[in-house]
């Protein structure tokens, strides 16, 4: 099959030009102006963005957690990314505590095989690391999974202590693999929410209320620390706040390779979600939690000027009903997380873009290209170029539409409600490519099941 796409202006986080993309089966391999090719399909991207799929570095399908399961699965949460614009996620698979990260590995590809509609890959949680067990790290790197995440925070569940930390940390170091790190002191923090129960403290607002900036800014500070004396490059995942922001800066001031994530969630929503009536602020609870307002500018501040490396979504939903429920009593009960793996692509171009605070390009790199480059997929992903996997979204700047659970172009994802739920936003996917197949065509699902596991190379610091 060869597609033909015509008449568009290409994107990438570098270039900006009007040519025509030729694909032949997986990968695009002809870039000119006015191509003279036969073609099995055209498309005419006249008056639209060409742009390299969305990658998503930062989702939880199917994933246990706070007594339930996350809301999507692969099936429906690659779906709802692609019509969203993203065509590659990386998921986190969570190695069973006191067993085989292999066996974790071996979970999360039988709950992806065979039902995603994008590509995928797969960070691994690690819930512990004895001696005998760091071998593992060097199989799961052959295995194309480069990079693990460890907690400090969630005593009792994910939370491992500093020497665990330290042990995963080297030996990913040695193996030229990358450590990401959810960074807030879960111990401390555990403290503050007994303290607040015990006075009778238990709606949604308090789960913002007992986890303070500087405990967040206390785990970036320390797995830096970490990781600069273990030497290993380091990815704070979802960074929340200005006091966690000049961590990272101090760090990378020192030379440490430190890069941070934030989401659309820290860069749009803020603590008065948890004000709302009754129970419904448990719907924005996540953690780190949603902040003060002012911290926003700030965020998109380290955005503009790179000390925040890329913007993924965390997506892990729970429907209001029946799964934030469980918290009705106790917000400590409720199961963190929410959904919106479907709205980055559009929120960040409306936000970034259209809102003036970020370019064309660094919009396509916050999105794409630098996880891709972070992890091991670049240039196989995150751009468009001669060699690349045809993950290709054709983009129109100037569409508009209402973020809804009833609006059926912004909504496909298996959860109750939206965190953006009114929200207006300029700028709109609406055909997308990935590896070569038309999986979206205006805005029509057309491919469903035919995404694939990526192996991801190693993701030492000199590959950025
Ligand atoms: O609230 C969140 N973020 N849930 C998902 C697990 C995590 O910490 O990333
Ligand atoms: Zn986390
Ligand atoms: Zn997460």
């Known amino acids: 099959m060869s597609i033909l796409i015509k008449n568009g202006r290409i994107v990438t986080a570098v270039d900006d030009y009007m040519a025509d993309?030729?694909?032949?089966?997986?990968?695009?391999?002809?870039?000119?102006?006015?191509l003279k090719v036969q073609a099995d399909k055209v498309i005419d991207a006249a008056n639209r963005l060409v742009l390299p799929g969305g990658i998503d570095p930062h989702t939880h399908f199917d994933m246990p957690f706070g007594g339930t399961t996350s809301a999507d699965d692969f099936a429906s949460g690659t779906k709802a990314a692609a019509?969203?614009?993203?065509?590659?996620?990386?998921?986190?698979?969570?190695?069973?505590?006191?067993?085989?990260?292999?066996?974790?590995?071996d979970i999360w590809h039988d709950k992806a095989s065979g039902?995603?509609?994008?590509?995928?890959?797969?960070?691994?949680?690690?819930?512990?690391?004895?001696?005998?067990?760091?071998?593992?790290?060097?199989?799961?790197?052959?295995e194309g999974v480069t990079s693990y995440k460890l907690?400090?925070?969630?005593?009792?569940?994910?939370?491992?202590?500093?020497?665990?930390?330290?042990?995963a940390f080297r030996q990913a170091g040695e193996n030229g693999t990358r450590i990401c790190m959810h960074a807030e002191n879960g111990i401390v923090i555990d403290e503050i929410i007994k303290a607040a129960l015990k006075d009778g403290k238990t709606s949604p607002k308090y789960h913002a209320l007992t986890r303070p900036t500087r405990m967040e800014?206390?785990?970036?500070?320390?797995?830096i620390s970490i990781a600069e004396v273990a030497k290993v490059p380091l990815y704070i995942v979802h960074l929340s706040s200005s006091d966690a922001l000049e961590q990272v800066k101090i760090g990378?001031?020192?030379?440490?390779?430190?890069?941070?994530?934030?989401c659309p969630q820290y860069l749009f929503l803020d603590e008065s979600y948890y004000d709302?009536?009754?129970?419904?602020?448990?719907?924005?609870?996540?953690?780190?939690?949603?902040?003060?307002?002012?911290?926003?500018?700030?965020?998109?501040q380290g955005l503009k000027f790179r000390d925040l490396e890329t913007i993924a979504t965390d997506h892990c939903p729970f429907c209001f009903k029946d799964q934030k429920e469980?918290?009705?009593d106790s917000f400590a009960k409720i199961p963190n997380g929410a959904p919106g793996v479907e709205n980055r692509m559009s929120l960040v171009y409306n936000g970034g873009v259209v809102g003036g605070r970020i370019s064309l390009n660094r919009f396509v790199e916050l999105t794409s290209t630098a996880a891709a480059k972070a992890f091991g997929l670049f240039p196989k992903k995150g751009t468009i170029a001669v060699g690349s996997d045809a993950d290709i979204v054709i983009f129109d700047p100037n569409r508009k539409e209402t973020i809804s659970i009833n609006n059926p172009h912004t909504h496909h994802m298996k959860v109750d409600y939206s965190s953006y739920e009114g929200f207006q936003v300029q700028g709109f996917t609406e055909t997308v490519l990935s590896r070569g197949r038309v999986i979206i065509e205006k805005n029509e699902l057309k491919t469903e099941r035919g995404g694939q596991f990526i192996k991801r190379a190693l993701t030492g610091s000199l590959l950025r």
């Open 21 to 34: 993309v030729f694909i032949e089966g997986e990968k695009i391999t002809l870039i000119g102006k006015d």
């Open 326 to 328: 469980l918290g009705k």
């Open 217 to 223: 800014a206390e785990g970036v500070h320390r797995a």
């Open 151 to 167: 907690f400090m925070a969630y005593p009792g569940a994910l939370y491992v202590d500093d020497g665990t930390l330290y042990r």
């Open 115 to 142: 039902k995603a509609t994008i590509d995928y890959s797969f960070h691994m949680i690690i819930t512990d690391m004895p001696d005998e067990r760091l071998p593992e790290m060097r199989r799961l790197a052959d």
């Open 252 to 262: 990378r001031a020192r030379g440490v390779d430190v890069i941070a994530e934030t």
């Open 83 to 105: 019509f969203g614009g993203t065509t590659t996620v990386i998921d986190f698979a969570i190695q069973p505590k006191g067993d085989s990260t292999m066996k974790g590995l």
């Open 276 to 300: 709302r009536e009754g129970f419904e602020g448990a719907k924005w609870v996540m953690t780190p939690a949603l902040r003060e307002k002012w911290n926003q500018d700030v965020l998109w």
